[in-house]
């Protein structure tokens, strides 16, 4: 039987996915996530865990292909399936529940690994800290968010009617502590900084 052809080739996916284009999105999970989710379930998973290692993916393949100089040495199914499977097996890992310790039989080069395991844990982390921002009360957010847009003491305590800047210093210290409280506390943010190289 004649496989059909792709209405899409590699390089139309990696310009959609850089442009956020929803039919390229959609293509990519019709004609991907089968393949995904066989592997996961093979190897110890579930359909639940092929979902958010699927979309794991889809982020770590936008952080790839949004990069200077990036280009695709293989097809786009190989590429996005072998990054899913290494997503996978680092969530295995991380979990305790097989040993890997080589992905030898994933044929990556080596910079790749390196940087698709960067941007899992990257990904990861960024999740576990809006997870967790989403707790802090409406004036600790607004603390935070302030810091972030590199405000000023003086108009954070005027934006947001605190008395004065040390006030608004005593305030985001308390805030940023019980984030990072929180953060250091969630069991997935141990478990990806137990992560070494391979």
């Not at 590699?10 to 991907?32: M, W």
């Not at 990069?67 to 293989?74: I, S, T, V, Y």
């Not at 295995?92 to 040993?99: A, M, P, W």
């Not at 040390?166 to 069991?187: A, G, H, Q, S, T």
């Amino acid at each position: 039987m004649v496989e059909k052809k792709s209405l899409f080739s590699s390089d139309d996916i990696v310009k959609g996915i850089i442009s956020n284009d929803r039919k390229t999105l959609n293509y990519v999970y019709k004609a991907y996530f089968s393949k995904v989710s066989r592997f996961v379930q093979e190897c110890y998973g579930t359909r639940e865990d092929a979902w958010d290692v699927f979309q794991e993916g889809i982020l770590s393949l936008i952080d790839a292909v949004k990069k200077d100089g990036f280009e695709l040495r293989q097809s786009f199914g190989t590429f996005f399936v072998t990054i899913c499977k290494h997503i996978w097996l680092i969530q295995l890992r991380n979990r305790g529940q097989v040993d890997v310790t080589r992905l030898d039989h994933i044929d990556i080069p080596q910079n790749d690994e390196d940087e698709l395991a960067v941007n899992y844990r990257q990904n990861a982390q960024l999740r576990i800290f809006n997870r967790h921002f989403r707790k802090l009360d409406l004036e600790c957010k607004k603390l935070i968010r302030s810091t972030m847009k590199n405000l000023s003491g003086k108009e954070m305590a005027e934006r947001l009617n605190i008395s004065s800047r040390e006030n608004v210093y005593k305030k985001r210290r308390l805030c940023l502590e019980k984030l990072f409280n929180m953060i250091i506390n969630d069991p997935e943010f141990n478990k990806i900084n137990d992560y070494e190289a391979f």
